[in-house]
């Protein structure tokens, strides 16, 4: 009788080689899908966030803690822009509340995951903001931090959403900037309210001192009647 074949070691090792691969090859379509499906669905909070829309602080905290938010790469600007715009309103609220150990926990968050945001994505106009916000929240103004501020006016200097967002954050340290930074502030609001932009500067406006409001209201007088008017409507309505 013939004798039984050996079997193939060779071929045997080959196969087993290739179902290991494959079963990673499923493995990463399916973590890419949960991955790729995690990134719009953060691409679409970014972009409601960046629409002014607003979260409460319970739900910012569960899409902050989600395991889907694990999904979410440093490279993936968009998304990650979205957990900075939810996490930055957590830590405001912390420090209003006097609950320090989470404003520290939350502006290192916000910080690490800035500059690594900005590993990948260097001309984002957006964090370097955020970060000179840390700087400011925690008190820090000198020259550093307006150099991140002027990083920002030098990558953005004429887009709205931006700069809707600078004047937010820089209003209130204004009287603290070197003067040429505090020429380009002042314009930016200016500039705003000329171009009819007006919810955002009013609301900087009567949150700030009267120190300030004085040479915010020098540059509205200098403005046309009907921007002027604009922005007058626009500060009755947020005082009604």
Known sequence: MPSKPKPDLGLFAQRIFVFVVGCFGLIWAVSSFARGATVEEFRNVQDRLLQFETFNQAAATRMLESPASSYIGACDYHAQRALLLLEVP?????LRSGAVRDFDRHMQSIEQRSKQVLACAPRDPLIWILLFG?????GRLDGHSFDLLATSYEISPNEAWIAMRRVTVAIPVVLAAPEPMRQ?????????????????PARSYLSAPASVRALLQSRIDELDPQSRKSFSEALEKLRS
């Open 134 to 138: 840390t700087d400011v929240e925690y």
């Open 90 to 94: 957590l830590a405001d609220a912390a």
């Open 184 to 200: 380009k502030i002042l314009t930016e609001f200016q500039q705003l309210v000329r171009h009819r932009f007006v919810e955002i």
